[in-house]
C-alpha cells in the first residue's frame, strides 16, 4: 500500500508564497506521474499541475507562471512552489501519484490559506 505524506499548508497573505511537498513510500512499482488537485468550499476537486517522470508538465491555466512543480525521483517526492498566492488559491491541496501499472493513490489533503 502506498502512503503518501503531505507537508507545506498553511496561511498566508495575498501575494505570498508556500511551497507543498509529497512524499511516496511503500510502493512496489516505479510512479509514473505526479500531480497536485485542490479542493476549495462547495466546488469539485480540480487539476493544478501535474509532471511526468521524464518531467514533462502541465498547470492550469489559472496557476501558470505563479506555480512550479518538481520532482525528486530518488526520494519519491514531488513539490509546489506557490509564488503570487491569491485569495481564490485558497483550497485543499492534495497530492496524487499515479504508478506505472495504473493505481492511482491520494494524500489525506492540506490546507491552503491565502488571505487578502
Known amino acids: 500500500q502506498v502512503q503518501l505524506v503531505e507537508s507545506g499548508g498553511g496561511l498566508v497573505q495575498a501575494g505570498g508564497s508556500l511551497r507543498l511537498s509529497c512524499a511516496a513510500s511503500g510502493s512496489r512499482y516505479s510512479i509514473n506521474v505526479m500531480g497536485w488537485y485542490r479542493q476549495a468550499p462547495g466546488r469539485q476537486r480540480e487539476l493544478v499541475t501535474i509532471i511526468s517522470r521524464g518531467g514533462n508538465t502541465n498547470y492550469a491555466d489559472s496557476v501558470k507562471g505563479r506555480f512550479t512543480i518538481s520532482r525528486d525521483n530518488a526520494k519519491n517526492t514531488v513539490y509546489l512552489q506557490m509564488n503570487s498566492l491569491r485569495p481564490e488559491d485558497t483550497a485543499v491541496y492534495h497530492c496524487?501519484?499515479?504508478?506505472?501499472?495504473?493505481?492511482?493513490?491520494w494524500g489525506q489533503g492540506t490546507q491552503v490559506t491565502v488571505s487578502s
Open positions: 496524487n501519484v499515479r504508478l506505472i501499472n495504473g493505481a492511482s493513490y
